[in-house]
């Protein structure tokens, strides 16, 4: 009877020991890899590029302003009612990459385009945002590299490049504020 009540205490005893060893492995396992997952998180400098506000209370009809977004030019433009016209009156099934203005625009937009100021062919920065730089022959951006013509929505109308220019993701943080990203 003896034997049986210590092999039961020895039986106990390891698993508490198993216990508390894996216990301690386990801990120190979350201990290390808390680091490695930590320094995988995005650093200060990438979160303040992550976003960028641009006040539209200035710019007017027919002006366009440049800025950067992510360390990449960004057109921001106040359309005329004539360029608006314009570019509504263009057959969508025409255009090589189908947007409307309207989609281009977003919901709750009238007169605010926001474009990357990248040609969508091979990278360069397209003319036309601003003063007297060369519109192209739609009356929106022009690429110099390769000869891309945006017409006024930003949409490719003749030239190499495929696409559209981007319009990133943008939305009114106020009536003259608006947040891109």
Known sequence: MADANEANEGVR???????????????GAAAS??????????SADVLAESTTD??????????????I???QPLFVKRLTPEEIAEANEVDVADLRDQES???????????????????????????????GENKGEYGGYFCPCHGSHYDSAGRIRKGPAPTNLVVPDFAFTSESVIRVG
């Not at 005893?13 to 801990?27: E, K, Q």
């Not at 890899?33 to 995005?42: D, E, I, K």
């Not at 625009?105 to 920065?125: A, Q, S």
């Open 33 to 42: 890899a808390l680091p490695l997952v930590t320094q995988m998180a995005p």
């Open 101 to 131: 203005l309207t989609d281009r625009l977003g919901e709750g937009n009238e007169d605010i385009l926001v474009t990357m100021g990248v040609c969508t062919h091979l990278g360069c920065v397209p003319l036309g945002a601003a003063e």
């Open 13 to 27: 005893r390891r698993d508490f020991i198993h216990v508390a060893a894996l216990s301690t492995a386990g801990v």
């Open 69 to 71: 977004f992510r360390k």
């Open 54 to 67: 641009v006040d539209v209370s200035a710019i007017e009809a027919g002006q366009s302003i440049k800025t």
